[in-house]
């Protein structure tokens, strides 16, 4: 049994909640798209303005998140929803708390800006351009899945559920790349550092865009994706060199 | 994914599937010319608590009453179909219908206890089935029914005074005491919560959950939360068709049908 829409109740005050909630999640999840957008754009031409701008945004995330929390707990104490309306504000309930991480990784990535002062702005420094890269596509990812989300499009869910290996991958490489570049350049260590954690809490926003897509999957379909998602990050077993570079940090 | 799927629903159906200790198969029945259930198949499964949910009128109550034929007593009532108990075929000419609501009895929507005793509304049916051996014995069987309908501890102390004196609870407790006493396999339940106060439906559901371990249940209920309250087994009625019958689980989060989700989050026109 799909759900077609939370409209059509008896009780139209009921009706009402649901579209609050529809409103309170379109607005979050257009609030995390532009917050991506605006420490992307920050982290490539440096811009400490708004890279701040951002940061002082992310409130605007967690209120929503906190407004639907209480509607959800509401609606559940008030109005025992069941069937595709159960499944609707539990999914809001997950959702709503992706999106806020989301806005926290955001902030973080805008929070490095200052410390990649040092990096001359170019789009064509190999370094940032593959961490542009990976921004362009967990980009795509949380545009695409934000409007499955608005098109009940399950087919674009699976497809969202997929590309996350896309970025796994890219995530892997980018971590290879920054370790050699590290290790040829000490001076390049702090700006590396930090390109390394932007990479990171891009790749972790891509894998709350996946999350998403697995509960648009449950609340659409009353069932889940199953567990066999291809998973393509392997850094945290990678070792670039060999033991003849010495031990880290000995020059 | 899909194969692993189906497999995982293969293996969830198929090991040990209770045994249904009632089957409905293509029962139809009749008010005079007016069809009110078209060809309903269900089985009420051993030891569990089925519950029937639908609108006013769509049948449920007329098929919990086909259970223990408690439709014989109206007149231009038929039934067509085949429902067994066991293997037997309950509307068998054969068949004693005494006897039958013997094994399958029945509790009402309104507490309806005799003019009697506390003690006489529980003793009456051990009584004329001749259940009990001596007075020792009968003392046991009531004792037993009312601690089991979990109402004993209340009534102890005056159990020669009139049940209707009881509240509206107790007096449905003591009716459910009156029905357990003469160890009945199925017992039928018609809305026996809708008189009461929550804490008073709060403890008849207690008392369902435990009577599931004896015995086999069928309840008709307005209250959908009851339903997915009490029951491990849903089936949905409308316009005397059933349209779904499913775990109550799945039923509650997943229904098959759009008429069943229509129904059960409020959006029947």
Not at chain 1, 53 to 82: G, Y
Not at chain 1, 93 to 117: C, P, Q, T, W
Not at chain 2, 210 to 234: P, W
Request: glycine share 6%; hydrophobic share 40%; proline share 4%.
């Amino acid at each position: 049994m799909t759900s077609a829409d939370q409209s059509d109740h008896i009780v139209k005050a009921y009706d009402d909640e649901f579209s609050r909630l529809r409103k309170m999640f379109s607005q979050m999840s257009g609030l995390a798209e532009s917050q991506l957008d605006g420490a992307l754009r920050a982290v490539a031409r440096r811009d400490e303005e708004l890279a701040a701008a951002v940061r002082n945004k992310d409130q605007e995330i967690d209120d929503l998140e906190t407004e639907i929390d209480a509607l959800v707990v509401r609606m559940l104490a008030l109005r025992q929803p069941v069937a595709n309306d159960l499944r609707f504000i539990v999914a809001m309930l997950r959702m709503s708390a992706d999106i806020e991480r989301m806005g926290d990784y955001a902030k973080n990535i805008a929070k490095r800006v200052h410390a990649l002062a040092q990096l001359p702005v170019s789009s064509s420094n190999p370094v940032t351009r593959s961490v542009s890269t990976l921004g362009r596509l967990v980009q795509a990812m949380l545009k695409d899945v934000f409007d499955a989300c608005t098109d009940e499009d399950l087919k674009k869910a699976v497809a969202v559920w997929e590309a996350d290996q896309e970025v796994d991958a890219l995530y892997t490489s980018i971590f290879r790349e920054l370790l050699t570049y590290m290790m040829e350049d000490p001076r390049f260590i702090t700006a590396g550092t930090h390109l390394l954690f932007i990479a990171k809490n891009l790749e972790r926003i891509g894998d709350h865009a996946t999350n998403i897509a697995e509960t648009l999957h449950y609340r659409v379909d009353g069932k889940r994706l199953g567990d066999s998602r291809p998973k393509d990050d392997d850094t945290s077993v990678m070792v670039v060199g060999g033991p003849e570079d010495g031990p880290p940090g000995a020059a | 994914m899909a194969v692993t799927e189906s497999e995982t629903q293969a293996a969830a159906a198929s090991p040990e599937p209770k045994p249904a200790k009632m089957r409905g198969r293509g029962v139809c029945v009749y008010y005079g010319d007016k069809q009110a259930l078209f060809d309903v198949d269900i089985d009420v499964v051993e030891k569990q608590v089925t519950s029937l949910i639908g609108p006013s009128g769509c049948g449920k109550s007329t098929f919990l009453r086909c259970l223990n034929r408690m439709n014989d007593v109206i007149d231009t009532c038929s039934v067509t179909g085949s429902i067994t108990l066991d293997t037997g075929d309950i509307y068998d000419k054969s068949v004693d219908v005494v006897q039958l609501r013997a094994r399958v009895g029945m509790v009402f929507q309104k507490p309806n206890p005799f003019p009697k005793s506390i003690f006489e509304n529980v003793a009456y049916g051990p009584r004329i089935h001749g259940l009990a051996k001596d007075k020792t014995d009968l003392d046991r069987i009531v004792e037993s029914s009312l601690r089991r309908a979990s109402i004993w501890e209340e009534v102890k102390d005056r159990l020669d005074q009139p049940g209707t004196g009881l509240s509206g609870g107790q007096q449905q407790r003591l009716c459910i005491a009156r029905a357990i006493a003469v160890e009945p396999e199925v017992i039928l339940m018609d809305e026996p919560c809708s008189a009461l106060d929550p804490i008073a439906t709060a403890k008849i559901e207690e008392l369902i959950h435990e009577l599931r371990e004896n015995f086999t249940i069928a309840i008709v209920t307005h209250s959908m939360q009851q339903a997915a309250r009490v029951s491990q087994k849903t089936a949905f009625f409308h316009l005397g068709n059933l349209i779904e019958y499913g775990e109550t689980e799945e039923l509650f989060t997943n229904p098959k049908h759009e008429k069943t989700q229509g129904y059960i989050t409020g959006r029947f026109g």
